[in-house]
């Protein structure tokens, strides 16, 4: 049990060392395309990009906790050990992370049919005044 830990705590502590060589920095908003390019560039001006930055990023959050959720259960289910409490549990996991998943695909597709049909996007929202 000693060599184990003591093998772990050196891998750990050589995994966890900054190599100098590597230290850059590093630009979310940088030339990179990226599907967050409302959220780099926010003036603070126009309400609407806020709000369509907050939501886009809301959605992105919401399947994010779904695929964690879906491999929660996958893993759970994997570690039941052919007991079947716990195979049902993990299998409800998957089953409500699965369904997570849909509605957070068709609140975004809705979204973005209703906002076509006004002939606005998501990226520059107009608020009307």
Do not use: H
């Amino acid at each position: 049990m000693k060599k184990i830990l003591a093998t772990l705590i050196a891998g750990g502590t050589y995994l966890t060392l900054a190599s100098t060589s590597f230290a850059t920095s590093v630009d979310p908003c940088g030339e990179i395309q990226s599907g967050f390019d409302a959220l780099c560039n926010l003036s603070g001006d126009n309400l609407g990009e806020i709000v369509g930055a907050a939501v886009t990023f809301l959605l992105v959050i919401a399947v994010l906790i779904a695929l964690f959720f879906l491999i929660f259960g996958g893993i759970r289910w994997i570690t039941s050990g052919g007991d079947k409490a716990k195979v049902e549990s993990a299998r409800g996991t998957i089953i409500a992370a699965i369904i997570g998943l849909v509605i957070a695909f068709l609140a975004f597709f809705i979204l973005s049919v209703a906002l076509q049909f006004f002939g606005l996007e998501l990226s520059n929202l107009e608020v009307i005044k």
